[in-house]
């Protein structure tokens, strides 16, 4: 045990304890800040890995916190148990929680990439984690008081201000340090080693005289073979993460690369048809991508369409078909990601496909979150800037909008969807210009499609509905097939928009060829949609999202 003259009765009028009391004392509430902060990072970065593979954050945040904070409760009863050998158990349960937190994210992948579900895994470690880290602060209690002289509460204050201390350090690291300089694998495996580090170091050098000999062998066997794991992922990450792309996309992938928003991956192009994957989904197939953007673009070109704006579509894409009007002027391209803009202007394949849009002179790109854009439009000075600019008192700047986004749901994409979103968006539309909205699959989610109806009509436009048929013969290539078709969703929903009435759905005199549109497809695909329709959805907003089937 630890020898009580360490720990000797501070003298009469409240004198300080003896330095080595107090330097213990420090050396546990500094072990303390770094395992919160590690706990936190864990918890993060199942959060983030769970939205990038499952999709749904709103939904997935909610299950790996609510599952987690449960889970530290039962944590923390079962600490009760070891606190009879609370140094030992202490250096067991770190290096635990190193060894599973450090390799979640690496599991997490491996079962998304081979199995192809990760959901039962992301409970089981939220479940796993939660409880280690709850088991932490009854132990610490325990080993913290045998150096100190405070009262109970004094010392929990401690304990708990060290904690939540680390936890905004952890907090503010994973996005800021980790994620950006280290991507998830490797930040989650150098949090592990810190975590097993600072929790052996603790037990062997300041608690080591309350173990015995078989103890102290056992935590220290435990804490190489935990950080030797840990090591001999991080050196074979890099393998790891490529046979695992090779699992999710196949062998044909040609360029993956990580921006600041997300990871893009494109596939084919040489031997196959070209596929671009955002975040592991697929947004663009070259098989079929015409039919998506030809029914997306062309019925709104129908009258005046000398200035065009397009929100999202940094693949260049829905470009492509603007820019076949000889009579457009300006197009203003919104695009949150550069890396995509980038790629879809210097790959030869990708460049290919969008008939090198981006060398136009008439195409303008602005890099930024296209509802903070929209808003900045009514406030600045000048179109089309960065900047940002008028959307002008005369009653707007652009003939022609066009919403290229991804597929509304309780994601970060909500809000492009909202009424406030639309709101904005007729600041920026010239009287009697069109709105053409990508709105989800009318038959596979007719709930969420008839939301964006609603939820623009609220915003004052009149609305016509209509949809293109997929590629009857598509694949499934995860739960967002926004730009492509397939068995989770055989069609794609559009609206054309205008301020008052509805704009007549029609082609304009002046179409150039298309493969895959003419008149009667897209009054067959209105009939159809209006089939499909839900009357009496509330729309969605900001405060009150809707998109959920």
Same mark, same amino acid.
């Given at each position: ?33 770094? *395992?919160?902060? *590690? +706990?936190?990072?864990?918890?993060? &970065? ?46 067991? #349960? ?8 450090? *390799? ?32 932490e602060i009854p132990l610490l209690m ?55 580090? $600072?929790?052996?170091?603790?037990? !062997? ?12 062998? %056992? ?5 190489? !073979? ?10 074979? %990450? ?29 596939? +084919?192009?040489?031997? +196959? ?34 200035? %065009?704006?397009?929100? +999202? ?7 492509? &078909? ?26 030869? $394949?990708l460049s290919a496909l969008n008939g090198?849009?981006y060398d136009d002179p008439r195409l ?70 069109? #709105?053409? %909205? ?56 559009? &609206? ?22 003419? &008149? ?30």
């Open positions: 045990m630890i020898e009580q003259q360490s720990v000797s009765s501070s003298p009469p009028g409240g004198a300080r304890l003896p330095d080595r009391a107090d330097a213990a004392r420090y050396l546990i509430l500094t072990v303390v800040f770094i *395992c919160s902060a *590690c +706990g936190l990072v864990y918890e993060l &970065e199942l959060v983030a890995l769970a939205s990038y593979l499952i999709g749904d954050s709103v939904t997935q945040a909610s299950v790996v916190l609510s599952v987690m904070v449960f889970a530290m409760g039962l944590g923390s009863l079962a600490a009760k148990r070891l606190r009879l050998r609370a140094a030992f158990g202490f250096g067991l #349960l770190e290096a635990g929680l190193a060894l599973l937190g450090g *390799c979640s994210a690496l599991v997490l992948y491996a079962a998304f990439a081979w199995i192809g579900e990760a959901r039962y895994a992301l409970v089981g470690f939220s479940l796993a984690i939660g409880m280690l880290i709850g088991a325990t080993l913290i008081q045998r150096f100190s002289r405070q009262e109970a509460d004094g010392t929990v204050a401690d304990l708990f201000a060290a904690d939540y201390v680390g936890a905004l350090i952890g907090g503010l690291a994973f996005p800021f340090l980790l994620l950006p300089w280290l991507g998830q694998l490797t930040g989650a495996l150098l949090t592990g080693a810190v975590n097993a580090v $600072a929790g052996g170091a603790l037990v !062997l050098t300041l608690f080591g005289r309350d173990l015995t000999p078989r103890s102290r062998w %056992v935590l220290l066997t435990v804490n190489v !073979l935990v950080l030797s794991v840990l090591a001999t992922a991080a050196v074979l %990450v890099d393998d790891f993460e490529r046979a695992a792309r090779r699992a999710v996309y196949g062998d044909g992938v040609r360029v993956a690369v990580h921006t600041d928003v997300q990871e893009v991956v494109l596939t +084919g192009g040489r031997d +196959g048809p070209l596929e671009l994957y955002l975040d592991g989904r697929l947004r663009v197939s070259g098989r079929d991508e015409f039919r998506y953007h030809e029914a997306l673009v062309h019925p709104a070109m129908r009258g005046p369409h000398a200035r %065009v704006l397009i929100l +999202g579509g940094g693949d260049g894409l829905a470009a492509r &078909e603007v820019l076949r009007y000889g009579d457009v002027r300006a197009v203003t391209l919104v695009e949150l990601d550069p890396g995509v803009v980038r790629l879809a202007g210097t790959d030869p $394949a090198h849009a303008r790109v602005v890099h930024a979150d296209a509802f903070s854009w929209l808003r900045g439009q009514g406030a600045g000075a000048g179109p089309g800037g960065a900047g940002g600019g008028v959307a002008g008192a005369a009653g707007g700047l652009y003939d022609v909008v066009i919403s290229d986004l991804p597929n509304p749901g309780i994601t970060p994409s909500t809000k492009l969807y909202s009424e406030e979103f639309y709101g904005l968006t007729a600041r920026v539309l010239a009287a009697g210009g069109r #709105l053409a %909205v990508h709105a989800g699959s009318p038959t596979a989610q007719p709930r969420t499609y008839w939301t964006v109806d609603a939820t623009l009509r609220a915003a004052g436009f009149g609305t016509s509905p209509y949809r293109a048929a997929g590629r009857p013969s598509g694949f499934t290539a995860g739960p967002d097939r926004s730009k492509s078709g397939g068995p989770a969703a055989s069609d794609w929903g559009f &609206e054309l928009a205008g301020m008052g009435a509805p704009p007549p759905l029609s082609l304009p005199a002046d179409v150039p060829p298309l493969r895959s549109l003419a &008149e009667p497809i897209l009054s067959a695909g209105a009939r159809d949609t209006e089939e499909t329709r839900l009357p009496g959805l509330p729309p969605s907003t900001l405060l009150h999202p809707r998109y959920v089937e």
